[in-house]
């Protein structure tokens, strides 16, 4: 690890808290990534004003972190002090953008699953994470309701429209399963009432996603093997190099401030 990286001591709070906000950071950080570049003025206002919510939801979830970890870190730490190693985020939210086809089903897919989520959230024996997940909800609900129209519009769109959405699922589906597994941490926090399992979401997730596909006329894959190794710290060579991109001010010039 580099000189300057963080330790973190990762109890299943503190663990759960990281893997949520990364999630949101580095989805963020890719919805950032089409400023300038939208396919419309209108819509890469949308992706903006999405990824910044995802970045709202990133800085309550690492504050919430450094609060409970107690060691001196904080949120801009987190983010710019961890190694590609160290972030627990679905390797789902690390996919990079492609073309506008695949960053709508990234995000719809994602979508689909964190607006149920964080509802269930809000019911949480933690008053701090409840709360959270009350602000994080109305902004997924939104997410979910902008992506499923485009999802729609994409694939029952141009031959050429629904080409990309086409191959944007088949790409993007083996990525999904991975946002419904736990491990002994977590469990440890379901069994005590503060955080949902996510498993409990899959028959939600997957009548939304077979409803908007089906009204895009795209094909719904079958179910069949998933990656995984995002909450544990193993990534695609796609993370370290966006975060290279993101923490370099940061590593270059420490503590620097304007």
């Known amino acids: 690890m580099a000189t300057n990286t963080i ?3 990762e109890s299943p709070l503190v663990l759960y808290c990281l893997r949520r906000a990364d999630d949101a950071l ?4 890719r919805l950032s990534e089409w400023c300038g570049r939208g396919p419309a003025l209108e819509e890469e206002m949308a992706l903006a004003n999405m990824g910044l919510d995802l970045l709202g939801q990133a800085r309550s979830l690492y504050t919430y972190a450094a609060e409970v970890e107690a060691a001196g870190n904080d949120e801009d730490r987190y983010a710019y002090l961890r190694d590609a190693r160290q972030y627990r985020n679905l390797l789902l939210a690390e996919q990079p953008n492609g073309d506008f086809a695949r960053t709508i ?6 979508a689909a699953f964190a607006d149920p989520y964080w509802r269930a959230m809000m019911k949480s024996s933690d008053p ?6 009350a602000k994080s909800e109305k902004e997924s609900a939104y997410h979910l309701r902008h992506t499923a129209e485009w999802v729609i519009r994409l694939g029952d769109g141009t031959e050429e429209s629904h080409r990309r959405a086409a191959e944007a699922v088949a790409h993007l589906w083996p990525y999904t399963g991975e946002m419904f597994e736990t491990d002994a941490a977590e469990q440890e926090l379901i069994a005590a009432g503060v955080v949902m399992d996510p498993a409990s979401f899959r028959a939600e997730w997957d009548r939304t996603v077979s409803e908007i596909l ?9 179910q069949g093997w998933m ?3 995002g909450r544990t710290g193993l990534h695609s060579e796609h993370l370290g190099h966006m975060l290279a991109e993101m923490q370099v001010l940061q590593r270059t010039h420490p ?3 304007w």
């Not at 580095?26 to 950080?29: A, K």
């Not at 089903?105 to 994602?110: I, K, V």
């Not at 701090?128 to 997940?133: E, N, Q, R, S, Y």
């Open 7 to 9: 330790r973190v001591n």
């Open 214 to 222: 089906s009204e895009a006329t795209l094909e719904k894959p079958a």
């Open 128 to 133: 701090t994470l409840a709360a959270i997940a």
């Open 227 to 229: 990656q995984k190794g």
């Open 255 to 257: 503590n620097a401030t």
């Open 105 to 110: 089903l990234r995000q719809f897919f994602y």
């Open 26 to 29: 580095v989805m963020g950080h």
